[in-house]
């Protein structure tokens, strides 16, 4: 009899450890939480003027005239723009500026080109957005042509994962598409 209880519970506790395929729990993110949109007019003293969200601190570029990071720090993000006034040809601008761009084809799935144009602004560019984990996924540039030429990257403070940087991607995409909407060059 004892004998049998013996093995009836060494049966039990052996039978408990065995279970079915052990499904693991996928990796899990942090909520983020974006702030409200609201934006502001930036470059009194600059050749340019466009909107920057209210939530972004702007710091100018040491050794550098009209050069500015777009910093937005809870969402650990930066917008750098590189602005030059136009000397010879500006095809040269626009071929450079997609060197840049295309630096990332390594780590790129895909590469999408979009043309911008306000006329009414008088100002003419480009939106790149590279898919993939790319180092910056959102670029662009603006210029009126003849004069000026705006240079755009979005970059996050964090190694590129583009399954966890897809929502404030999406959400900078939104502030810089109002960054060239908004965006004037001055004479």
Same mark, same amino acid.
């Given at each position: 009899?004892?004998?049998? &209880?013996?093995?009836?519970?060494?049966?039990?506790?052996?039978?408990?450890?065995?279970? %079915?395929?052990?499904?693991?729990?996928?990796?899990?993110?942090?909520?983020?939480?974006?702030?409200?949109?609201?934006? +502001?007019?930036?470059?009194? #003293?600059?050749?340019?003027?466009?909107?920057?969200? /209210?939530? #972004?601190? !702007?710091?100018?570029?040491?050794?550098?005239?009209?050069?500015?990071?777009?910093? +937005?720090?809870? &969402?650990?993000?930066?917008?750098?723009?590189?602005?030059?006034?136009?000397?010879? %040809?500006? +095809?040269?601008?626009?071929? %450079?500026?997609?060197?840049? !761009?295309?630096?990332?084809?390594?780590?790129? /799935? #895909?590469?999408?080109?979009?043309?911008?144009?306000?006329?009414?602004?008088?100002?003419?560019?480009?939106?790149?957005?590279?898919?993939?984990?790319?180092?910056?996924?959102? =670029?662009?540039? &603006?210029?009126? #042509?003849?004069?000026?030429?705006?240079?755009?990257?979005?970059?996050?403070?964090?190694?590129?994962?583009?399954?966890?940087?897809?929502?404030?991607?999406?959400?900078?995409? /939104?502030?810089?598409? =109002?960054?060239?909407?908004?965006?004037?060059?001055? %004479?």
């Amino acid at each position: 009899m004892r004998r049998a &209880l013996v093995v009836l519970l060494l049966g039990i506790v052996l039978g408990g450890c065995v279970s %079915d395929d052990y499904v693991p729990k996928p990796r899990g993110y942090m909520r983020i939480d974006m702030p409200e949109k609201g934006y +502001v007019s930036l470059g009194d #003293s600059l050749p340019y003027i466009f909107d920057v969200p /209210e939530y #972004s601190v !702007v710091k100018s570029v040491k050794n550098t005239e009209d050069w500015l990071n777009v910093e +937005v720090p809870e &969402l650990r993000s930066v917008i750098y723009l590189s602005y030059w006034k136009i000397k010879g %040809d500006p +095809v040269d601008y626009f071929e %450079d500026a997609r060197r840049m !761009v295309y630096k990332h084809t390594i780590k790129a /799935e #895909s590469i999408l080109e979009t043309p911008f144009e306000n006329s009414e602004n008088g100002v003419y560019g480009i939106l790149y957005e590279i898919e993939g984990n790319a180092a910056s996924n959102v =670029q662009f540039v &603006l210029t009126d #042509s003849t004069n000026h030429f705006l240079r755009g990257a979005l970059y996050f403070m964090s190694r590129p994962n583009i399954d966890s940087i897809r929502p404030v991607m999406e959400f900078m995409k /939104e502030d810089i598409k =109002q960054l060239m909407n908004t965006c004037k060059f001055k %004479d």
